[in-house]
């Protein structure tokens, strides 16, 4: 169940049904059902036996760089299958990345293609729609990270790269992105040990 303020979602995912195709069905969940509120909307879906990433990682005992490393090829693929869509999904997150449940070792998705799914396009942009869109519209520039690397100038596409980065941060250190700039690069302010 996704609870949210508008049924945009509901717009978002009939979308990426339709720029998508074939590739929607295996990479992205379609809600079954979805009931508009005064005060918001609802979503529902069946048949969902998924874990998030999130769920993966505290349970199972692997390799954090493995599963970084492997899990982050399948959501470069996936991040590029929207945006080629023009779709920007703006709040990317381990929570929301589902594996499916057989997966608990996550080493097994180097021979899937399409290892998780994605859910909660309560953020996402259609570009088709906004194109004088701006950083400033998506959660994660509302972040102290997001604040520091997004300028008004930037492409509201950086923001879901923005969001990969702080899921691969998250996956090996189990903490939210830190980072700071030092004269024209940005550095992790924690030392990191290996």
Same mark, same amino acid.
């Given at each position: 169940?996704?609870?949210?303020? +508008?049924?945009?979602? %509901?717009? @978002?995912?009939?979308? +990426?049904?339709? *720029?998508?195709?074939?590739?929607? *069905?295996?990479? =992205? ?7 508009? /509120? ?5 979503? %529902?879906?069946?048949?969902?036996? /998924? ?18 490393? %492997? ?15 023009? @779709?920007?999904?703006?709040?990317? *997150?381990?929570? @929301? +990345?589902?594996?499916? &449940?057989?997966?608990? =070792? &996550? ?10 799914? +994605?859910?909660? /396009? ?7 729609? =906004?194109?004088? %869109? ?44 830190? &980072? ?15």
């Amino acid at each position: 169940v996704d609870v949210t303020p +508008l049924p945009w979602q %509901l717009y @978002i995912t009939q979308q +990426l049904k339709k *720029r998508l195709g074939e590739a929607f *069905r295996t990479n =992205c969940f379609e809600p079954s059902d979805c009931y508009v /509120f005064q005060d918001g909307s609802v979503a %529902l879906y069946r048949d969902v036996c /998924f874990l998030s990433v999130l769920d993966v990682l505290q349970v199972t005992e692997i390799s954090a760089e493995k599963a970084a490393v %492997l899990l982050v090829y399948h959501l470069l693929d996936l991040v590029e299958k929207l945006h080629s869509a023009e @779709i920007v999904h703006g709040d990317l *997150r381990p929570e @929301i +990345l589902l594996l499916d &449940i057989g997966l608990f =070792c &996550i080493c097994s998705c180097i021979e899937l293609n399409n290892c998780f799914k +994605l859910t909660d /396009f309560s953020h996402s942009m259609d570009m088709q729609l =906004c194109q004088t %869109l701006t950083t400033k519209a998506f959660p994660t520039a509302h972040t102290k990270f997001g604040q520091q690397v997004l300028s008004p100038q930037a492409s509201p596409y950086q923001v879901d790269l923005l969001g990969i980065a702080n899921v691969v941060h998250w996956m090996i250190f189990k903490k939210s992105l830190h &980072i700071q700039q030092h004269d024209s690069s940005w550095k992790i302010t924690e030392e990191v040990p290996r």
